[in-house]
Each structure stands twice: as C-alpha cells, then as structure tokens.
C-alpha cells in the first residue's frame, strides 16, 4: 500500500515567517512529487513539483525532495495571512502527472497569523 | 485563461439513485482524471482516461462507476446506485503542458 504521510497541523507561525511543511511517502520508485494548497471547501491548487533531488525554488516557495530518505518538504518564506491553507503533498510513481495517478497526504493545515 | 469547470456545484441525491457529475477539460488538453474527497479525509484517485478509454483505475472505482467523453468536451463520471459512503467532493482533473494535473472546482455529492 502506497502512503504519503504529513504531519497534520495545525502548524502556526507569525506572519513574515518562514513555514515549513514535510511529507514522507513509501514507494521508493516515486518519480515525481507535487505540492498543492487546499483552501477550505475548493479544489487543490498546484504549487510546486519537483522530480530531481535537491531545492527547487519559484518566488517565496521553494521544494526540497531527498529520494534517499523519501523525504519532500515545501519552505514559504515571508508566510502572508493568505497563505493560510492546507497543504497537500501528493506523489506519482510516473514521471510527470500523465502516467499513473496522484497519492494524497492527508494535508498539514497552515495558520500564518498577522 | 482556461479552467475546468464543473456542474452541478452541489448534487444531493437519495440512496440507490443514479447520479451524473459533469467536467468540461481544458479544451486541448488529453488526459482527465476523477478524484474524490470525503470530507476530513485525503484527496484519492478514482480514475484516468485518455483517448477514449480508461487508462488506469483505483479500487474504489468498482462496477458502480462508470466514465465517458460523450462528445468532444464532457468528461462525465456516473455513479449507479449511490450509497451513503459515496458522499464526497468529486474533483474532474486534467492534463496541462507542464505535465501537472489541474484540479477543477468540484462536485459536493451529498447522498441522503
């Protein structure tokens, strides 16, 4: 049984702040490696996706994906009352998001407070 | 720019009645995807299809599920005999140039 895990939350930090957000997963196969925020009652956004070891960086987030310890993690840094969400770490074990299909964490709930 | 979109927003239904949900795909776009969510609980695949067919298939797509393109745009999920445990959100998904999913707004079943 494929499993990603996240830690649930809520994590909480002061605006400003940099946020830290893990997810483990099982498969050790797993190629490819999506971030997505989940704000209350909507669908999943895409954030970030990340396929080779090491940091990969687009504005105020950067992914962080370590294969050898199954290990993603999503940096925000200068966190905004706006990015208040749920993020979602979901895993594939295809290059890209055509092949196969998506596995879900179950989400850690940010809180960024102003 | 281009979304998916998805009707009914919200679909309330009664047990053992059939249910339809709608996805219209970005128009040039190849691969969909069905995922559900129930509510607390984790986003999880139902089903991918591409040219015309059923690519891949989750467990808990069973013979109660069905999914077609009836003409160039729907994508559709139908739902035979619905069930208490099959109220959700249902997200249609499909394929961008970046080789991500893209999620539409959902569908909130809610079955009575």
């Known amino acids: 049984q494929k499993e990603v895990e996240q830690n649930s939350g809520p994590l909480s930090v002061p605006e400003g702040a940099i946020a830290s957000l893990n997810c483990t997963y099982s498969?050790?196969?797993?190629?490819?490696f999506f971030w997505y925020r989940q704000y209350s009652g909507k669908s999943p956004e895409l954030i970030m996706f990340i396929y080779s070891n090491g940091d990969k960086e687009d504005g105020r987030f950067t992914a962080q994906l370590n294969k050898a310890s199954q290990y993603v993690s999503l940096l925000i840094r200068d966190s905004q009352p706006s990015d208040s969400a749920t993020y979602l770490c979901?895993?594939?074990?295809?290059?890209?998001?055509?092949?196969?299909?998506?596995?879900f964490g179950k989400g850690t709930k940010l809180s960024v407070k102003p | 720019e281009p979304e998916v979109t998805q009707t009914p927003s919200h679909q309330v239904t009664q047990m053992g009645q059939e249910v339809i949900l709608r996805c219209v795909p970005i128009?040039?776009?190849?691969?969909f995807y069905w995922y559900r969510q129930i509510l607390g609980q984790k986003v999880e695949f139902l089903v991918s299809f591409y040219n015309n067919e059923i690519s891949e298939k989750s467990e808990i797509f069973d013979d109660q599920f069905s999914v077609e393109r009836p003409d160039g745009s729907n994508f559709t999920l139908k739902i035979r005999s619905t069930k208490l445990e099959d109220s959700a959100m249902y997200f249609c998904a499909s394929l961008t140039s970046t080789d991500t999913q893209y999620f539409g707004p959902g569908t909130r079943l809610t079955v009575l």
């Open positions: 979901a895993v594939n074990i295809e290059f890209g998001g055509s092949q196969g299909n998506l596995i």
């Open positions: 128009s040039n776009h190849l691969y």
């Open positions: 498969d050790r196969g797993s190629q490819s």
